[in-house]
């Protein structure tokens, strides 16, 4: 077992835009807690954490925005083009990481824990891990994700590919290595395979308890209403009810690559589904950008109660807040939200520069933000 009694750690990496992000959301569908590395570098430069002013002190102020934050892209794009100016960036980025996943991992209360880190073998994370795993892809695809999920031009991502030289030496020092080069599912079947062959049968069992499941829903209310996390066995359920709340054709392929970046709550009326909330958590916030209903189920039954189990499973993962993305209509009953805690919000009233932009990057086109504070200690805050 790893530094820490009772953990079982898996170090996720792979070169940039692979995919790894994607293998970190299967393991955590399969129990695992999963720590961004690269996310809480982030947050270890933002305005008045820990990292800002070595940072600003070293580069000067025009690395700065407007607002007086750290330009990340600016900074990326010195650090890409210089070996050494990456490395002076790292011995100050570096430390502060590992003190935030020491944090996390000693107060998550799963026993599997998935560290993803793109420079995970060249840190003191490599040293906590009882198994390394590699995801590689064709490089163009790594260009094409760059380029589609960026905002890199191709010079860009090309100059971001080639600074972090051939795969091999990754692939060579890895347990497991995961060909991400097809569909969800085939991605899915190499993840599900390595966690059976790889990880602790003892690890896995304590893993599973506590973590809702269709065998575990929750209490039923008086309209008979219970609420069961999905995972991409129920694809094929979800497709279902998705393509009646639409009035369009919902695939289950469509699902199946919906579960590289989210989790799913079903509510159900005895064995029917009549609702679905589609939420992930990044960075410590949790985003819930899909809310449906069927007509006839009572919104003041129904939100509470899926809201709570989508607040429970946030909170088992450490999360800071709580963002609810919905349609304005749905939106203007401001007495059932405020009853379960949530208040309308625009992202620029946040405050947190984290926070900011979960909702900047999650909020859907034409939907109105709501906004819980889930817990008042944050990780890395501002000294």
């Known amino acids: 077992m790893s530094t820490w009694p009772g953990k079982f750690i898996i170090g996720l990496t792979g070169n940039i835009a692979t995919g790894k992000s994607v293998v ?3 393991l955590e569908h399969l129990g695992a807690y999963g720590i961004d590395a690269d996310a809480l570098g982030h947050r270890a430069i933002a305005k008045g954490a820990p990292g800002y002013k070595p940072l600003v002190t070293l580069f000067g102020q025009w690395i700065l925005t407007e607002d007086g934050e750290i330009d990340r892209r600016k900074l990326g794009r010195l650090a890409f083009a210089d070996p050494e100016i990456m490395r002076q960036i790292e011995e100050i980025v570096h430390p502060l990481v590992g003190q935030a996943v020491q944090w996390l991992v000693k107060r998550s209360p799963k026993d599997v824990i998935v560290i993803e880190a793109i420079k995970l073998l060249e840190s003191d994370l490599r040293k906590y891990c009882d198994s390394i795993w590699v995801v590689t892809a064709p490089v163009e695809q790594q260009l094409e994700r760059l380029i589609r999920k960026r905002g890199l031009s ?7 590919i080639q600074a972090q030289g051939s795969p091999q030496a990754k692939i060579a020092a890895a347990d497991v290595v995961i060909y991400n080069d097809g569909s969800f599912e085939k991605t899915w079947n190499q993840v599900r395979k390595a966690w059976k062959l790889v990880v602790p049968k003892q690890a896995v069992a304590t893993t599973a308890v506590g973590t809702p499941s269709a065998e575990k829903p929750s209490a039923a209310t008086a309209s008979n209403l219970t609420v069961r996390k999905a995972g991409p066995k129920q694809a094929k359920e979800i497709a279902a009810f998705l393509s009646k ?3 369009k054709e919902v695939s289950r392929g469509e699902v199946l690559a919906a579960f590289g970046e989210k989790a ?6 005895d064995d029917e ?6 939420w992930q958590v990044e960075n410590l916030v949790s985003r819930a950008n899909e809310f449906y ?3 006839d189920v009572p919104l003041e039954e129904a939100a509470p109660l899926i809201l709570a189990e989508m607040e429970r499973g946030s909170k088992e993962l450490q999360c800071e807040a709580a963002l609810l993305f919905l349609p304005p209509a749905l939106a203007q009953k401001k007495a059932l939200w405020q009853k379960v805690g949530y208040t309308l919000r625009t992202p620029e009233s946040l405050g947190m520069r984290a926070w900011q932009e979960a909702a900047q990057e999650s909020q859907p086109p034409g939907t109105v933000m709501l906004f819980k504070q889930l817990r008042q200690d944050r990780i890395l805050q501002p000294l």
């Open 24 to 26: 970190r959301k299967m």
């Open 293 to 295: 209903l069927l007509p």
């Open 245 to 247: 709340i639409k009035g």
């Open 273 to 278: 589904v009549v609702g679905l909330l589609g």
């Open 264 to 269: 799913y709550l079903l509510l159900y009326r």
């Open 154 to 160: 191709r010079t860009e991502a090309e100059i971001r």
